[in-house]
């Protein structure tokens, strides 16, 4: 009886052995088999975010190089393997916007402006393609949302090109007093800088506000003296707005500036030539009488000859407009007759010789232009505000100068 007792607790025992090694075997071989898949399935998620990377990489290589189709099929297969990821997103809703399909990427922008309203870059692509869709209200918006969102790196760098960009847009808009207010408020933030300052002037005057741009101007010359873009900037300007005396010395000073290292451009030497030309005939009140007084006898003696030239040449046609028969009458007057003696006598008839001047030149130009030579430079003056003489002729068009102005006297 003992005999069997203990043969069959050895063979429980044989059997709990059994059964513990095939339990542990299985166990064993449970670990070992989700080791495997454990390592399958992370070498195979490795490759596919490698992958992903890949694909990524050559879509922004293909955007990078004006290629926008190539990218948009790189970057959806990289998104095939890496769904959702964000940066993959981004630069295929470019790439579908520098491809042409500006609803497309639109659509996939505010996909991901929903999800982040407040960020910079795609506030950004969103005003670019409002702006493309015609549609200035939200290219606003979106624009001052960039200007306000946040940024990855120099955020503040990025805020300040939005805003510049802003202020282009608004000058392409016609909106001249929104970007002067934009490109003041980037004036103010932006750091000493020449390029800055460059840029802010350019786009002052585009936006019609020459004080400002002059302002910037200076600051460009003071940042970087004697540099022949920074002066020739100001001294066109200058000459744009009336100011002919700093046009002459800007001018003159950017061209010897440039002498030797940068070829000269004949507008600026033409510029330069007729500012020192205007500063001869135009009567300042700053100069001596006697000096102003012979700026009015030349500039008479020059409108007087075109007025002749022109009558001259209207009288084979026996039609000589109305106009032109009171030019003809007020030069035979006092205006049109007083010698040096009697200008320096009566300060006010010096005034109004120079008022007949300028309408001769003003009717003259319409009958019988167009003006060249020094008629073109007293035309200049008749109708551009000057900040040394103000014109006679008030009410008339201000002009701008070019090239056609430059031409030989008559």
Request: neutral net charge; glycine residues 6%.
């Given at each position: 009886?003992?005999?069997?007792?203990?043969?069959?607790?050895?063979?429980?025992?044989?059997?709990?052995?059994?059964?513990?090694?095939?339990?542990?075997?299985?166990?064993?071989?449970?670990?070992?088999?989700?080791?495997?898949?454990?390592?399958?399935?992370?070498?195979?998620?490795?490759?596919?975010?490698?992958?992903?990377?890949?694909?990524?990489?050559?879509?922004?290589?293909?955007?990078?190089?004006?290629?926008?189709?190539?990218?948009?099929?790189?970057?959806?297969?990289?998104?095939?393997?890496?769904?959702?990821?964000?940066?993959?997103?981004?630069?295929?809703?470019?790439?579908?916007?520098?491809?042409?399909?500006?609803?497309?990427?639109?659509?996939?922008?505010?996909?991901?402006?929903?999800?982040?309203?407040?960020?910079?870059?795609?506030?950004?692509?969103?005003?670019?393609?409002?702006?493309?869709?015609?549609?200035?209200?939200?290219?606003?918006?979106?624009?001052?949302?960039?200007?306000?969102?946040?940024?990855?790196?120099?955020?503040?760098?990025?805020?300040?090109?939005?805003?510049?960009?802003?202020?282009?847009?608004?000058?392409?808009?016609?909106?001249?007093?929104?970007?002067?207010?934009?490109?003041?408020?980037a004036g103010g933030n932006s750091p000493d800088d020449y390029d800055r300052y460059m840029t802010i002037g350019d786009l002052l005057q585009q936006a019609q506000d020459p004080a400002d741009a002059w302002v910037y101007y200076q600051k460009a010359i003071a940042a970087k003296p004697g540099d022949p873009a920074a002066l020739e900037a100001a001294g066109r300007l200058a000459y744009q707005i009336g100011d002919y005396e700093d046009a002459h010395r800007l001018l003159a000073r950017a061209l010897a500036a440039g002498q030797g290292t940068l070829p000269q451009k004949a507008d600026d030497v033409a510029m330069t030539d007729a500012s020192a030309r205007i500063l001869e005939l135009m009567p300042s009140s700053s100069l001596p009488a006697r000096e102003r007084v012979a700026h009015v006898l030349a500039a008479r003696a020059i409108a007087k000859k075109w007025f002749a030239d022109c009558s001259a040449q209207l009288a084979p046609a026996n039609q000589t407009p109305s106009a032109l028969q009171g030019l003809a009458a007020r030069w035979g007057g006092a205006d049109g007759t007083s010698n040096a003696a009697a200008l320096l006598e009566e300060p006010a008839r010096q005034d109004g010789a120079m008022q007949l001047v300028y309408e001769t030149e003003v009717q003259i130009e319409a009958l019988c232009g167009p003006a060249s030579g020094d008629d073109a430079l007293l035309l200049r003056l008749a109708t551009t505000p000057s900040r040394s003489a103000p014109p006679a002729a008030a009410n008339s068009p201000a002009t701008v100068g070019t090239t056609s102005e430059f031409g030989e006297g008559k």
């Open positions: 009886m003992a005999a069997e007792t203990e043969a069959l607790t050895l063979t429980k025992r044989k059997l709990i052995l059994r059964d513990s090694l095939a339990i542990f075997s299985l166990a064993l071989a449970t670990v070992v088999l989700f080791a495997i898949t454990l390592f399958l399935f992370r070498s195979f998620s490795a490759h596919r975010a490698d992958l992903a990377q890949r694909w990524s990489e050559r879509g922004r290589a293909a955007l990078q190089a004006g290629k926008p189709g190539e990218a948009i099929v790189d970057l959806r297969t990289a998104l095939s393997y890496s769904p959702g990821t964000r940066a993959y997103e981004l630069l295929l809703a470019e790439a579908l916007g520098e491809a042409g399909d500006t609803d497309a990427s639109y659509d996939y922008f505010m996909s991901l402006w929903d999800a982040e309203p407040g960020n910079g870059f795609v506030n950004l692509e969103l005003a670019r393609l409002s702006a493309k869709r015609r549609n200035p209200k939200d290219a606003v918006r979106y624009y001052r949302a960039a200007i306000y969102g946040t940024w990855e790196g120099d955020g503040v760098a990025r805020r300040a090109e939005v805003r510049l960009e802003l202020a282009r847009y608004l000058i392409a808009q016609h909106d001249f007093g929104a970007a002067r207010t934009e490109l003041l408020i």
